[in-house]
């Protein structure tokens, strides 16, 4: 649903106006002043603003100005009864979307909305298509320049993209500066046949920019001089006694924006070398697969990475969770429990039950279960409560009742590999839900039922045969794998073998299709569990279809997020806040990551762009239920996932920030307020919102 702000100060017309946009199906906030609209906009993410210009304080084109400050990107539309020149000037160079003269028909009105939104969905789409393949080729190229015997390249373009920041360059040029700084350096060091064959793949503006370095001469545009300062200032190294600035210039009078040259020295200072979200994640499941294929030592070695030695993450816990699996080392299972208490209740929480698995310590179990009913998770926390009661050798049945609930049945399934043996001892000893639990256990193991296919999407794209897991080798490659993926996402389906073919190997449509054929065997083969005899296809090929077919045992955390977020937005647009804010206990514990991490695909990065933005507009909204309610701890856990998956939402620091004051934790108030000026200094060249402005004042008054 778009979100629509109207900014006018004739009351009917704004009433008008704002049940034309309600009755199309548009979130509607008004205004009747400029101001009023520009903090509306500082506190909350608009799709589109609808301004009136004159009135009396701030006017429209000024209120469009701020607004756009703050939220790059939004649609304008601009409503007048008469205006200057000076007017119509102003709009043009704020690049108002449309432009609308009273009286106007309320059919011309909602064609413009309809249109100037459509033109923001686009080149939202666009900006983060560009933005995810950017990224991929940055990776890329860093990864070939660490072939060579020198780390400028890699140097260069950090330094590269400090200038930038300091400077404010928008996000997407500062990537494409970054990458031509390396493809750039790299040539220099000796990698021009390493890079050679990635120049065709290069943006254009890329290209460009690697040529006019080359080249560079006396009044080239900034973003050229910021590639050269960068590439020259890491090749030049530290000057005793004298500034980069005035080494740069000396050796090149005049040729460099002084501005260029402040920003430099501003930035000149040695920086920790950090590893992204994308590039954690990425060698965590390379771990897991070397895991997985029986490789335990180049597993290890993966795992001896920036993910142990850096600020606590998600994927760092994960990795020395993995260490201790792989080498039985208790002391690294605690540490891993120590560092996911800094990063938040649910990720504390669900490492605490792997700790005591891997420790046998049930006190960490214990905790686990006093955190999940303090967020009224109650799946969640019976797991605990049966883990710890497996670990003391007791009995916990009602743990086990609330597991055996129809929507529990996946949670129960996780606990498969540790509880079988309780399980059975209490059977003997007459425990009725230890007899129903194996019974519903029993059914996947069945000789004439094939065992739950298990499909996990968040996060790397990992498939397991009841309890086997899918490895690396099993799917012969990437394309293999993926194509699953595809299938899996859209069950019962029917996918055009030809768009198919299309999509994966689109240089040769003939050996696209053979290929497909292939691929269409490996699934069929790798997708059957070697313990079960049984005839049946996951699958399916019907002429010139193909489908995953629904009809056998499969659950899919994909499917369950989509289920469970339509449910939400049910519950919370009827008012039922109680069991709407219930559904997070099963919504956050499957968000292990993005959708589809590290593919690349079209198809997947529009998904991944449209699932993420539906699932950021609900956690924001049980995250606000939740504040509204006192659940302040869950308002808390909703902020914090979505900073996962945008850690630039200043409505998520908004949330996190009135949930600690609401606690009495002005100083994580204040903590919070750091973080995501550091953040947005860094990732958008921008100062936060005048709410967290206030919100910042709140908290040292308070303390």
Same mark, same amino acid.
């Given at each position: 649903? +778009? ?29 009747? #002043? ?15 603003? /609808? ?22 990107? *939004? ?48 080149? $939202? ?47 997407? !040029? ?54 050269? /300062? ?14 980069? +600035? ?38 965590? +499941?390379?771990?897991?697969? &070397? ?5 335990? #030592? ?9 993910? !142990?030695? =850096?600020?606590? +993450? ?61 967020? #009224? ?7 605990? $409560? ?11 049945? =009602? ?97 055009? /073998? ?59 955390? !994909? ?6 977020? /339509? ?13 709407? !804010? ?60 979505? &900073? ?45 919102? *005048? ?13």
């Amino acid at each position: 649903m +778009s979100r629509i702000l109207l900014l006018e100060d004739d009351p009917g017309l704004r009433s008008v106006l704002q049940g034309v946009l309600e009755d199309e199906g548009f979130s509607v906030q008004i205004a009747a #002043r400029g101001e009023e609209a520009v903090l509306q906009a500082s506190d909350s993410a608009f799709d589109l603003i /609808v301004a009136d210009i004159r009135m009396e304080g701030m006017d429209g084109l000024d209120a469009l100005a701020h607004v756009q400050k703050q939220t790059p990107g *939004i649609g304008t539309i601009v409503i007048t009864g008469y205006s200057s020149e000076a007017d119509s000037v102003r709009a043009v160079k704020l690049g108002v979307g449309d432009y609308l003269r009273k009286p106007f028909l309320a059919e011309d009105f909602l064609e413009s909305v309809h249109r100037v939104l459509s033109d923001v969905r686009q080149k $939202r789409q666009h900006n983060a298509r560009e933005g995810e393949l950017s990224k991929a080729l940055v990776i890329a190229v860093e990864s070939l320049a660490r072939t060579l015997k020198t780390r400028d390249p890699i140097e260069a373009a950090e330094l590269a993209a400090r200038i930038c920041a300091r400077l404010g360059v928008p996000a997407e !040029l500062a990537t494409a500066i970054r990458l031509a700084t390396l493809v750039a350096t790299a040539q220099r060091a000796g990698g021009d046949e390493l890079m050679h064959g990635l120049m065709g793949s290069l943006p254009v503006t890329v290209r460009d920019l690697v040529e006019e370095v080359d080249g560079l001469q006396e009044g080239s545009r900034l973003e050229t001089q910021i590639a050269a /300062v960068a590439i020259e200032a890491t090749a030049l190294g530290p000057v005793a006694g004298l500034a980069l +600035s005035r080494a740069m210039e000396s050796r090149h009078p005049g040729r460099f924006d002084p501005r260029l040259l402040q920003a430099l020295d501003a930035v000149d200072a040695p920086v920790e070398k950090e590893c992204t979200a994308g590039r954690r994640q990425a060698l965590l +499941s390379l771990a897991r697969a &070397l895991e997985a294929g029986g490789d335990p #030592r180049n597993a290890a070695l993966a795992l001896a990475s920036p993910l !142990l030695t =850096e600020q606590p +993450s998600w994927e760092g816990v994960q990795a020395l969770l993995s260490r201790a699996r792989l080498h039985r080392q208790i002391e690294l299972a605690d540490q891993a429990a120590a560092q996911a208490q800094l990063l938040g209740s649910t990720p504390y929480a669900a490492t605490c039950v792997e700790t005591a698995l891997l420790t046998g310590n049930a006190n960490y179990a214990r905790r686990a279960s006093e955190l999940y009913a303090q967020l #009224r998770f109650p799946a969640q926390q019976a797991r605990a $409560r049966l883990v710890a009661a497996v670990l003391s050798n007791q009995t916990d049945e =009602e743990a086990l009742t609330v597991l055996l609930a129809p929507e529990n049945q996946e949670v129960l399934m996780r606990c498969t590999p540790w509880c079988l043996t309780a399980l059975r001892t209490w059977r003997q000893a007459g425990s009725a839900p230890a007899e129903r639990a194996l019974q519903r256990l029993g059914r996947e193991v069945e000789e004439q039922q094939p065992p739950v296919l298990r499909m996990y999407s968040l996060g790397t794209f990992e498939v397991y045969r009841g309890e086997e897991m899918v490895d690396e080798k099993s799917w012969r490659s990437q394309k293999v794998r993926y194509l699953f993926a595809l299938l899996a996402s859209q069950p019962g389906r029917r996918f055009v /073998v030809e768009q198919l073919v299309e999509d994966f190997w689109p240089e040769n449509i003939e050996r696209g299709r053979k290929n497909l054929s292939q691929a269409t065997s490996i699934l069929r083969k790798c997708l059957r569990p070697s313990s079960f005899a049984g005839e049946f296809d996951y699958v399916a090929r019907q002429g010139e279809f193909l489908q995953f077919d629904r009809q056998w045992p499969y659950w899919h955390d !994909l499917e369950e997020l989509e289920r469970m977020m /339509v449910e939400a937005s049910r519950l919370e647009s009827a008012g039922q806040w109680e069991p709407a !804010l219930e559904l997070l206990g099963r919504i956050l514990p499957l968000l292990r990551g993005t959708y589809l991490e590290g593919c690349y695909h079209q198809w997947a990065l529009d998904y991944r762009m449209s699932l993420e933005q539906r699932l950021i507009a609900i956690l924001r909204q049980l995250g606000l239920l939740a504040l509204q309610h006192q659940r302040s701890q869950q308002s808390q856990e909703c902020a914090s996932a979505i &900073l996962r998956f945008d850690p630039c939402c200043q409505d998520a620091y908004s949330l996190s920030m009135k949930a600690c004051l609401l606690e009495g934790r002005a100083e994580m108030a204040v903590r919070q307020y750091d973080q995501a000026r550091k953040v947005l200094r860094k990732e958008l060249g921008m100062e936060p919102s *005048i709410m967290l402005e206030e919100l910042r004042q709140r908290a040292l008054i308070n303390l």
